[in-house]
């Protein structure tokens, strides 16, 4: 079994890294190649490039490294019709993936992607995009094969994989044992993103508002987890605001500091829904290029971008954008889950909830997919 598979982010090589293990259950002598990162070459992927490489966020700066990730797309689809696998996984990344499955499909490679494009949330338009490139989307959430079923677009609900991963009832205690938390602690994390553009729109009031919140309530404790590529600008923002030392900054364990906070501040992504799939109450934060925001605002179709607030169909927690995302107001509305305990045993509830409704086994469920598809 021959697989190429592109993730173009951090968290798409998460998602992919659970798909190559489920994968490699059903196929012993998996091969699997072409771009993505770290978790998924621990899989045994053959990396031609990293993912960082595609990280682009927003429309204007997609401009800007558009002819970089162009000449990735072109050599990638030259090696792939030259050495033609057996399929074709996209995963997320649809402004990459689509064009260039559209191309394989032509070619007879067929192609499937993995997280369908979020036409119920903004871009409705891509759905056509989506027809003419893919033989199949495995989808994360349980009502996109309706949606995508109403456009004549063949859909399987797999669940999604971080809700596998994350416990049901995450153990807060061991969590800040590994972390060298005391069980006492009032603790606040601090997800000022994973791409060097978040950080370096965000890091900086996220900090301020730590700041704040330390002078109004000198024991809490703050953790901030990131990885290696971005550790220098965040040890330089931790500097310029003087809280190097009552931030404690931690590589590779998000999950771990989600599960061992009582609150997050949070920029929004998928790490939104992996606080609330460790039932952690949080603010919600992003701001971008203006531009960008601009545009990507006017193709909006729901009132949240937050994934618990979007999955839930209600405003659970609060959002702030653009010019919101100030010091002050970060400060307040994290301080504030603090001080009501009965919302956030209320926020835990419907956190449960959806949890159990993601929780399907997406490696296996996926895996399954993929062998009737091919065998169709």
């Not at 070459?41 to 204007?60: I, P």
């Not at 602690?185 to 950080?199: F, K, M, W, Y």
């Not at 309530?217 to 600008?233: K, S, Y």
């Not at 979007?310 to 954008?321: A, F, W, Y």
Request: hydrophobic share 50%; net charge positive; with cysteine.
């Amino acid at each position: 079994m021959r697989v190429a598979m592109v993730a173009a982010e951090r968290s798409g090589d998460q998602l992919a890294a659970l798909l190559l293990h489920g994968m490699r259950q059903r196929w012993s002598g998996l091969q699997a190649s072409g771009i993505g990162g770290p978790l998924m070459q621990a899989q045994g992927f053959a990396a031609r490039w990293s993912c960082d490489e595609l990280t682009v966020r927003g429309l204007v700066e997609g401009v800007w490294a558009y002819r970089r990730i162009s000449a990735i797309r072109r050599q990638l689809l030259a090696d792939l019709l030259h050495q033609r696998p057996d399929v074709y996984l996209g995963v997320d990344a649809s402004d990459f993936n689509l064009p260039l499955e559209r191309q394989l499909n032509r070619a007879g490679i067929p192609a499937i992607q993995l997280v369908c494009p979020s036409i119920w949330a903004w871009r409705p338009g891509r759905v056509h995009a989506i027809r003419r490139s893919v033989r199949h989307v495995l989808c994360l959430f349980p009502f996109e094969p309706v949606l995508l079923e109403r456009h004549g677009i063949e859909g399987t609900f797999v669940g999604h994989p971080v809700a596998d991963l994350i416990a049901l009832e995450p153990d807060q205690a061991a969590a800040r044992q590994r972390l060298g938390l005391a069980p006492d602690d009032t603790v606040v994390a601090l997800l000022p993103g994973s791409r060097v553009a978040e950080i370096a729109a965000l890091a900086l009031p996220f900090l301020h508002a730590a700041r704040l919140m330390a002078q109004q309530r000198p024991q809490l404790r703050f953790v901030l987890p990131t990885h290696e590529g971005l550790r220098p600008a965040l040890q330089q923002a931790l500097l310029q605001t003087g809280m190097e030392e009552r931030v404690q900054l931690v590589l590779g364990q998000a999950h771990t500091v989600q599960a061992a906070c009582d609150v997050a501040l949070v920029a929004s992504g998928t790490a939104t829904l992996e606080t609330a799939l460790h039932k952690r109450p949080m603010v919600i934060a992003y701001r971008m290029q203006w531009l960008s925001y601009w545009v990507a605002n006017q193709q909006r179709r729901t009132p949240w971008i937050g994934l618990p607030n979007i999955l839930c169909q209600q405003s659970l927690v609060p959002e702030l954008l653009q010019d919101q995302v100030q010091p002050e107001a970060l400060a307040r509305a994290t301080l504030a889950w603090l001080d009501d305990p009965a919302a956030v045993a209320q926020l835990r509830q419907r956190f449960t909830e959806m949890h159990l409704q993601l929780r399907q086994d997406m490696p296996a469920r996926a895996s399954h997919a993929i062998a009737q598809i091919l065998a169709a």
